[in-house]
Structure formats: structure tokens, C-alpha cells
């Protein structure tokens, strides 16, 4: 880890007033003339005169039967909401405020410093525009993100930014200062509006020397792994580069890793359907209740990766056709191909903390050994092996490079003193999980986005997840060697079938670990036999009678057989619901995966084979196995919105190859762990 470089030291050394003040002349990345670099203003008329802006404007006229300046006079009051209005001053003041809050709530905040310093060299004399596509799992991503360019004299860039922000009072013009420009979360159905966005977004790209920032993931990740892209800002950055607006755009993958989120808590009762707190000025004041206790969130990591040509996506061919014909849409798999390229660089450039290991040891011991819980001493040296486990796979693990026992010992202390409100070592050193509940306090007007579930099952449910989302980041390098062990299974398995089980798994997970669905069956071959290969290497599988079974160290074969167990279960009961949905019925994503929750509910409570594990409830897994079905073409948009058709010949095949795996779950299920492994919660859920 010595190439990452703690930002904070430095500002807990010096004044903030005088460091925020500094002479500064940021850099601008992206290099233009004064003729082609636009103002506000010269950008918000460059959207009006734009062509497909004035046909839009014209023909929402004749259709309406409205004056053509009534609607040249909304599509500037669009505009006008949307721009962004960068303000030097507004940005150093803020930063004052910012490193102090900073400074109160993390102990660090770490940056891949000569990656960065690489880049600023390369934007110096570079001809291109840039766009910065960090990973989403906190609302602090993009001030972390502009915190980290403004300490290194970068400028901040245009950032996208979500409506919920422009509407909180005083906030919302503030954000708009430091480079927010806003837009709707949904305006397919609105042409004026489509029209004036993508033509400022197009001219951002071209015509401003600042950079520009958006989540390619779209929302943030409440189970903090990798979800699926979304595509439409992504589609619309790259028409400039289609047209010949800019010879190319650089975008630059960060990935960003928390050893706590300051949204935690609420991640977990988010994924079970309890709807987030609406955003709000108010929202905002409550939340400095985290300045209480200082570093309590620990570290950040910012692993800046290398950055992706945008022209290495394109072919002469794409550009021929826009020559061609103006509404030739860029190909949809240039799209998919560029974004899954972002993923992959969160994926494999996150940070696992010393936190994340123990979360994933926990989980495997609660399940397989409830009679012997872990002490300090055995938590260890299981610490030891888990870590050696990750970096075989390509991990990066924030951890001292000392395999020493008592440094190991400590690294995890550290660890539990910041996650102290979820698991503690109780007087007699055993890890135990602390309750994390007391009552879900909902306003009148709420509306629970799946099943009401009963408060016993949040009991358990709420702690449980809000300790399995942090064994989540682990599996973005153990996702393919997890796989490999189901498909191999308790009982061994041929090589044929084995690779069978493994297509099958990698095809239905695909959406929930963000994985390219992928048609190439030879493809899928190799990525099966390095998998294979390299567990046969190290015994974690073994070869008997021709057949693949599981090898010398039963303790990882275990660890990875059942961590993908309670994503396989929410699809199946997504699955089976979707099988039994009567026909006469509306299937909505919302009405299967409530249904769905309530069968996982039942099924916890009934004590089935299926659903043991309380991650099976998340709202989230439901959703992204029905995206699967659409991507597979099982289930199919019905001519009403936002309702399907399901191919239920397909489904039934689908449902037996997923019995046919002949899964066995642990002997234990939590709703056994609870009763012996929780101590009481250290604060209610504010909520």
C-alpha cells in the first residue's frame, strides 16, 4: 500500500482557512480555444439555436397548439434549471467546511497519488475531453471526489447530479456553484426536455474546459458490490464524439471503498423496501449527528484506474452511418462493451478492508459452526488464510504487510472498534453480532416498497444484512471460483456437467454481479478451466473416479459453496413466482418481488431447505432476477407500462436446471444464530 498517500495528514498539520485561500490555478483538462470554449451563457443559447432543439421546439408546438414562443420560453426555463455555474470562491469556502468535517468523521482518506499525478501529465498536453465515472456507494462520493481535485489544483468538473439535490433549499444553488448541473431521473416520454439535455450535455463535452463526472452505476449501490450499468448518459456523452465534436474522450474509472459508509444502517433497511429519508436541507442538518464521535467511519480509498480510449470502442463503420443519417444511434453494443469496461475497473481496482474478511469469515462460521463460535485467537488465524485466499484471486487488501500474529491481531481490533455498533468481542473475546433494531418508525404516508415484514424477522434481518453487505465487496473477486464450487457441488460432479451447472450459474447471475451476458460458449470454456485449474492448484478441488470434487481445504471449499447460496435462493422463489403468477394478473416488478419476499419470509420462519439466509429478503435481488429474465428474453414488455409477458416454457426449463443442482444449505440457519450470537443494540434506528 505504499503508493497511496493519506490526504488528511497533511490537513491535520496546517490551517484550513489559509490551505482552502491558497493561490490556486486549477488545472483545466480539457484544451480549447477561446472561440470554442463556451460561458454559461453562451452554452445555455448554444442549446437553444441547437437544430434538433428547434424541430423538437416547433413540432411541440404545432401538436400542442401552443405559440412557438411559449415553448422556446420552457425550454429555457429547462435549460436554466439544468446548467451548472461554477464559482472559484464558492468552492474554497466550502472547502473549509468540508476538510473539517472530514477531518472529525475519518481517521484517513487515501488516493493512488502517482496514478494521479500520471494524469494531470497526460491533461496537460492532451487534445481530449475527460470524464471521471467513480463507483457509487455513498452520497459523499462526488465531495470526496472534488475534495481530492481541489486539493491537487485539478478542476472540478461538470457533475450530474440528481433533482433530489437541486430541491433542497439553499443546498441545491450551492452544489450548482461547485459544478452540479441537474436532470431528471426520467424524461424518455418528454421530447423538449430529451432534446435541450442531450444537446447540453453534447455541448459540455465539446465546448467546456472542465471535465465532466456521473455514476455509471445510476444510484447508489445499497449492497455495496458492482450493479449493472445504466446506459443513457453514457449514450449521449459519446454523440459528441460520433459527430466529430472532440477526436476523443478519456474516461477515467475511480473506485471508490469505504471502510464505513455513513449510510449503512440505512442500506440494510433500504434493501429490505423501508424507503430512504427524502433528501432535504433538514435531512442534512440531522445528519451532522455523525460528527458525534470522531473517525468514526475509518478510511477511504481512492484507486484511480487507467484510462479508457472512447475511440477504441468506435469503428470507421459507426462513423460512416452518422455521416450518413444524423439519427443513426450509436450501436448498443459499443455501449455495453465501454460501460461493463468501467465495471470491471471498479471491480478489480476496489480496496477490500480488514473489515470485509472478517464479515466474510463471520458469515461462513455463524452458518457451519454455531458450536463454536470465534474467540479473537481463532478469528486470527482464519483472518490469516482469508487474506491469502483473497490475493490469490487479485484482491487488494488494506492490511500491514506483516503476516506477524500480534500485528494481524490488531488490524483486527481496529477493524471492530470501528464497526463496534455491529459485531464486538464480548468479555470472554467471542465475536458476537449486535442487535441493530428497535422498531421501525414510519411516517403515516409511507409506503413500504415490498412486504410488510413482521419485526421479528427484521430483528434478525436488519443486523444480519447490514453485516452481510460487507462481505459483499469480496465477491467481485471471488464471484468465478464461488461459481466453479456450486456447479462442482457437495457431491462432485463430471467435467461436462460441471461446465453445464457453471454456464447456467454464470448466465442467471450475470445482472446481479454486473457481468456482460455472454453468448460465446467457448468463451465461457476458458473462463471455466482458469477457474478450474487454479482451485485444482491450490486443493481446493481435486479430481477422484473422473469426477470434480471437493479437495483438501474443506474450509474454503465451504466458504465458497455457501456464500452465493442466498443469491441463488431469491432467484429461485423469483423463479417459482413468476411460474405460479396467475395470468389474469398484471405482473409488475413490484408485485413479484413482494410476493417474493413474502414466500422468503415463510420459508425462514417454516424452516425450508431454501431461504435460511436473511440476505434473501433484499428487494434488490428480486429485482435484478427479473432484469435477467428481460435480458434473457423470458420475460418480455406487455403493451402496457411497465408490465410483462413471461415465456413459461423457458421458466419451467430454467427451474428444474436450477433443482438440478441439488444444493445443500448449511446445517444452521439464523434464525437459530440469533437467540445465542446478538447483544442488545447500542442506539434505535433513526429512520
Same mark, same amino acid.
Given at each position: 500500500?505504499?503508493?497511496?498517500?493519506?490526504?488528511?495528514?497533511?490537513?491535520?498539520?496546517?490551517?484550513?482557512?489559509?490551505?482552502?485561500?491558497?493561490?490556486?490555478?486549477?488545472?483545466?483538462?480539457?484544451?480549447?480555444?477561446?472561440?470554442?470554449?463556451?460561458?454559461?451563457?453562451?452554452?445555455?443559447?448554444?442549446?437553444?439555436?441547437?437544430?434538433?432543439?428547434?424541430?423538437?421546439?416547433?413540432?411541440?408546438?404545432?401538436?400542442?397548439?401552443?405559440?412557438?414562443?411559449?415553448?422556446?420560453?420552457?425550454?429555457?426555463?429547462?435549460?436554466?434549471?439544468?446548467?451548472?455555474?461554477?464559482?472559484?470562491?464558492?468552492?474554497?469556502?466550502?472547502?473549509?467546511?468540508?476538510?473539517?468535517?472530514?477531518?472529525?468523521?475519518?481517521?484517513?482518506?487515501?488516493?493512488?497519488?502517482?496514478?494521479? =499525478?500520471?494524469?494531470?501529465?497526460?491533461?496537460?498536453?492532451?487534445?481530449?475531453?475527460?470524464?471521471?465515472?467513480?463507483?457509487?456507494?455513498?452520497?459523499?462520493?462526488?465531495?470526496?471526489?472534488?475534495?481530492?481535485?481541489?486539493?491537487?489544483?485539478?478542476?472540478?468538473?461538470?457533475?450530474?447530479?440528481?433533482?433530489?439535490?437541486?430541491? #433542497?433549499?439553499?443546498?441545491?444553488?450551492?452544489?450548482?456553484?461547485?459544478?452540479?448541473?441537474?436532470?431528471?431521473?426520467?424524461?424518455?416520454?418528454?421530447?423538449?426536455?430529451?432534446?435541450?439535455?442531450?444537446?447540453?450535455?453534447?455541448?459540455?463535452?465539446?465546448?467546456?474546459?472542465?471535465?465532466?463526472?456521473?455514476? +455509471?452505476?445510476?444510484?447508489?449501490?445499497?449492497?455495496?458490490?458492482?450493479?449493472?450499468?445504466?446506459?443513457?448518459?453514457?449514450?449521449?456523452?459519446?454523440?459528441?464524439?460520433?459527430?466529430?465534436?472532440?477526436?476523443?474522450?478519456?474516461?477515467?474509472?475511480?473506485? +471508490?471503498?469505504?471502510?464505513?459508509?455513513?449510510?449503512? =444502517?440505512?442500506?440494510?433497511?433500504?434493501?429490505?423496501?423501508?424507503?430512504?429519508?427524502?433528501?432535504?436541507?433538514?435531512?442534512?442538518?440531522?445528519?451532522?449527528? +455523525?460528527?458525534?464521535?470522531?473517525?468514526?467511519?475509518?478510511?477511504?480509498?481512492?484507486?484511480?484506474?487507467?484510462?479508457?480510449?472512447?475511440?477504441?470502442?468506435?469503428? #470507421?463503420?459507426?462513423?460512416?452511418?452518422?455521416?450518413?443519417?444524423?439519427?443513426?444511434?450509436?450501436?448498443?453494443?459499443?455501449?455495453?462493451?465501454?460501460?461493463?469496461?468501467?465495471?470491471?475497473?471498479?471491480?478489480?481496482?476496489?480496496?477490500?478492508?480488514?473489515?470485509?474478511?472478517?464479515?466474510?469469515?463471520?458469515?461462513?462460521?455463524?452458518?457451519?459452526?454455531?458450536?463454536?463460535?470465534?474467540?479473537?485467537?481463532?478469528?486470527?488465524?482464519?483472518?490469516?488464510?482469508?487474506?491469502?485466499?483473497?490475493?490469490?484471486?487479485?484482491?487488494?487488501?488494506?492490511?500491514?504487510?506483516?503476516?506477524?500474529?500480534?500485528?494481524?491481531?490488531?488490524?483486527?481490533?481496529?477493524?471492530?472498534?470501528?464497526?463496534?455498533?455491529?459485531?464486538?468481542?464480548?468479555? =470472554?473475546?467471542?465475536?458476537? =453480532?449486535?442487535?441493530?433494531?428497535?422498531?421501525?418508525?414510519?411516517?403515516?404516508?409511507?409506503?413500504?416498497?415490498?412486504?410488510?415484514?413482521?419485526?421479528?424477522?427484521?430483528?434478525?434481518?436488519?443486523?444480519?444484512?447490514?453485516?452481510?453487505?460487507?462481505?459483499?465487496?469480496?465477491?467481485?473477486?471471488?464471484?468465478?471460483?464461488? #461459481?466453479?464450487?456450486?456447479?462442482?457441488?457437495?457431491?462432485?460432479?463430471?467435467?461436462?456437467?460441471?461446465?453445464?451447472?457453471?454456464?447456467?450459474?454464470?448466465?442467471?447471475?450475470?445482472?446481479?454481479?454486473? #457481468?456482460?451476458?455472454?453468448?460465446?460458449?467457448?468463451?465461457?470454456?476458458?473462463?471455466?478451466?482458469?477457474?478450474?485449474?487454479?482451485?485444482?492448484?491450490?486443493?481446493?478441488?481435486?479430481?477422484?473416479?473422473?469426477?470434480?470434487?471437493?479437495?483438501?481445504?474443506?474450509?474454503?471449499?465451504?466458504?465458497?459453496?455457501?456464500?452465493?447460496?442466498?443469491?441463488?435462493?431469491?432467484?429461485?422463489?423469483?423463479?417459482?413466482?413468476?411460474?405460479?403468477?396467475?395470468?389474469?394478473?398484471?405482473?409488475?416488478?413490484?408485485?413479484?418481488?413482494?410476493?417474493?419476499?413474502?414466500?422468503?419470509?415463510?420459508?425462514?420462519?417454516?424452516?425450508?431447505?431454501?431461504?435460511?439466509?436473511?440476505?434473501?429478503?433484499?428487494?434488490?435481488?428480486?429485482?435484478?432476477? +427479473?432484469?435477467?429474465?428481460?435480458?434473457?428474453?423470458?420475460?418480455?414488455?406487455?403493451?402496457?407500462?411497465?408490465?410483462?409477458?413471461?415465456?413459461?416454457?423457458?421458466?419451467?426449463?430454467?427451474?428444474?436446471?436450477?433443482?438440478?443442482?441439488?444444493?445443500?444449505?448449511?446445517?444452521?440457519?439464523?434464525?437459530?444464530?440469533?437467540?445465542?450470537?446478538?447483544?442488545?443494540?447500542?442506539?434505535?434506528?433513526?429512520?
Amino acid at each position: 500500500m505504499d503508493e497511496y498517500v493519506d490526504l488528511l495528514l497533511a490537513r491535520r498539520k496546517d490551517c484550513d482557512i489559509l490551505w482552502a485561500s491558497r493561490s490556486m490555478d486549477p488545472l483545466l483538462p480539457h484544451k480549447l480555444s477561446l472561440e470554442s470554449k463556451y460561458s454559461r451563457h453562451q452554452m445555455i443559447e448554444a442549446v437553444l439555436n441547437d437544430e434538433k432543439v428547434k424541430l423538437a421546439i416547433t413540432t411541440l408546438a404545432a401538436v400542442q397548439h401552443e405559440s412557438i414562443n411559449k415553448v422556446v420560453k420552457d425550454a429555457r426555463v429547462m435549460i436554466n434549471e439544468m446548467a451548472s455555474k461554477a464559482c472559484l470562491a464558492t468552492v474554497r469556502w466550502l472547502g473549509i467546511i468540508i476538510t473539517k468535517v472530514l477531518k472529525r468523521i475519518f481517521l484517513s482518506i487515501y488516493i493512488n497519488e502517482s496514478t494521479l =499525478l500520471r494524469l494531470q501529465k497526460e491533461m496537460q498536453i492532451s487534445q481530449v475531453q475527460y470524464v471521471y465515472v467513480p463507483s457509487h456507494r455513498s452520497y459523499l462520493d462526488f465531495i470526496l471526489l472534488s475534495y481530492v481535485l481541489f486539493s491537487y489544483d485539478m478542476a472540478l468538473p461538470n457533475i450530474a447530479s440528481g433533482m433530489d439535490f437541486y430541491q #433542497m433549499h439553499v443546498i441545491g444553488e450551492l452544489l450548482r456553484k461547485t459544478g452540479a448541473f441537474y436532470m431528471r431521473r426520467s424524461f424518455s416520454n418528454d421530447l423538449l426536455y430529451k432534446r435541450v439535455f442531450q444537446s447540453y450535455v453534447m455541448s459540455l463535452v465539446e465546448h467546456s474546459d472542465r471535465a465532466i463526472e456521473f455514476f +455509471i452505476e445510476g444510484t447508489r449501490s445499497r449492497s455495496l458490490k458492482s450493479i449493472i450499468p445504466k446506459f443513457g448518459l453514457l449514450s449521449t456523452i459519446l454523440e459528441s464524439l460520433l459527430e466529430g465534436g472532440v477526436p476523443d474522450i478519456h474516461f477515467i474509472p475511480i473506485s +471508490i471503498s469505504y471502510e464505513r459508509p455513513p449510510e449503512e =444502517l440505512l442500506f440494510a433497511y433500504e434493501l429490505l423496501g423501508v424507503p430512504k429519508p427524502k433528501e432535504s436541507t433538514v435531512g442534512l442538518l440531522q445528519s451532522l449527528s +455523525i460528527l458525534q464521535k470522531p473517525s468514526a467511519y475509518g478510511s477511504v480509498f481512492f484507486n484511480i484506474g487507467e484510462p479508457i480510449s472512447a475511440c477504441n470502442f468506435l469503428n #470507421m463503420e459507426d462513423r460512416k452511418a452518422r455521416v450518413l443519417s444524423p439519427y443513426v444511434k450509436l450501436p448498443s453494443t459499443v455501449l455495453e462493451k465501454l460501460a461493463y469496461c468501467v465495471i470491471d475497473s471498479h471491480k478489480k481496482n476496489t480496496v477490500l478492508m480488514p473489515f470485509n474478511l472478517i464479515a466474510l469469515l463471520f458469515n461462513e462460521r455463524s452458518q457451519v459452526n454455531l458450536d463454536n463460535p470465534y474467540t479473537l485467537d481463532s478469528l486470527v488465524n482464519d483472518y490469516v488464510w482469508c487474506k491469502n485466499l483473497l490475493q490469490t484471486f487479485n484482491a487488494t487488501v488494506h492490511s500491514t504487510k506483516s503476516y506477524d500474529l500480534n500485528d494481524m491481531r490488531q488490524e483486527i481490533l481496529n477493524a471492530l472498534k470501528t464497526q463496534e455498533e455491529l459485531l464486538t468481542l464480548d468479555p =470472554l473475546e467471542i465475536l458476537r =453480532l449486535k442487535q441493530r433494531h428497535r422498531g421501525t418508525k414510519l411516517q403515516i404516508n409511507t409506503r413500504i416498497k415490498g412486504h410488510t415484514l413482521s419485526e421479528k424477522i427484521m430483528q434478525i434481518a436488519v443486523p444480519v444484512i447490514n453485516m452481510s453487505i460487507y462481505l459483499n465487496p469480496t465477491l467481485s473477486f471471488l464471484i468465478k471460483p464461488a #461459481m466453479v464450487t456450486l456447479a462442482i457441488g457437495k457431491e462432485g460432479v463430471e467435467y461436462g456437467c460441471g461446465f453445464e451447472r457453471y454456464a447456467l450459474l454464470k448466465t442467471i447471475l450475470s445482472t446481479e454481479f454486473a #457481468m456482460p451476458l455472454i453468448d460465446d460458449e467457448s468463451l465461457i470454456k476458458l473462463e471455466w478451466e482458469e477457474t478450474l485449474n487454479v482451485l485444482l492448484r491450490l486443493n481446493y478441488i481435486s479430481i477422484q473416479d473422473d469426477k470434480y470434487t471437493e479437495g483438501q481445504n474443506s474450509q474454503v471449499f465451504s466458504l465458497l459453496y455457501n456464500v452465493l447460496l442466498p443469491f441463488i435462493d431469491a432467484i429461485y422463489v423469483t423463479y417459482l413466482v413468476l411460474f405460479e403468477w396467475d395470468e389474469s394478473t398484471d405482473i409488475t416488478i413490484q408485485a413479484v418481488s413482494t410476493e417474493a419476499q413474502k414466500r422468503i419470509e415463510q420459508a425462514f420462519f417454516n424452516g425450508n431447505e431454501w431461504g435460511k439466509h436473511p440476505y434473501s429478503l433484499c428487494l434488490d435481488l428480486f429485482s435484478t432476477s +427479473i432484469n435477467n429474465l428481460l435480458v434473457q428474453g423470458i420475460l418480455v414488455p406487455a403493451e402496457r407500462r411497465c408490465t410483462y409477458q413471461i415465456d413459461k416454457i423457458r421458466l419451467a426449463l430454467l427451474l428444474e436446471k436450477l433443482q438440478n443442482l441439488s444444493l445443500k444449505r448449511p446445517p444452521i440457519s439464523y434464525r437459530d444464530i440469533v437467540l445465542l450470537s446478538f447483544t442488545p443494540p447500542a442506539m434505535p434506528a433513526k429512520l
